[in-house]
Nanobody, 132 residues
């Protein structure tokens, strides 16, 4: 699986909006699940959203549900992550990757996006900083 490239990060105020893009010129994203994750230095990577290109099903972790929207543009071979009502806790490096499935589970009553064991390499990521 090819490594993807992310863009669109930046610094915004709390309550602000950013739209991230995830793309590659090496392979078609058709037939894959595309996973967005984020990571803060010193902490574990957190899967936050996934879209399955085969049936357009979408999944969100509890931490971003209702604020973030995943979508794709097949013609541009790009997956987007629109982030509304950003909070300081959303500050992280955001990355995307291809996966074979969208693995989503409920743990302790909350939904979690869990990359499968067949996930491809994470992109280098784009920094999102939310100031309070």
């Amino acid at each position: 699986q090819a490594q993807l490239a992310e863009s669109g990060g930046g610094q915004v105020q709390s309550g602000g909006f950013l739209s991230l893009s995830c793309t590659t010129s090496r392979v078609s994203l058709d037939g894959y699940a595309i996973v967005w994750s984020r990571q803060v230095p010193g902490k574990a990577r957190e899967g936050i959203s996934c879209i399955d290109t085969r049936d357009e099903s979408m999944y969100y972790s509890e931490s971003v549900k209702g604020r973030f929207t995943i979508s794709r543009d097949n013609a541009k071979n790009t997956v987007y992550l629109e982030m509304n009502n950003l909070k300081p806790d959303d500050t992280a490096v955001y990355s995307c990757a291809t996966d074979m499935i969208c693995a989503w589970s409920v743990i302790a009553g909350q939904g979690h996006v869990l990359p499968s064991g067949q996930i491809g390499p994470w992109g280098q990521g784009t920094q999102v900083t939310v100031a309070s």
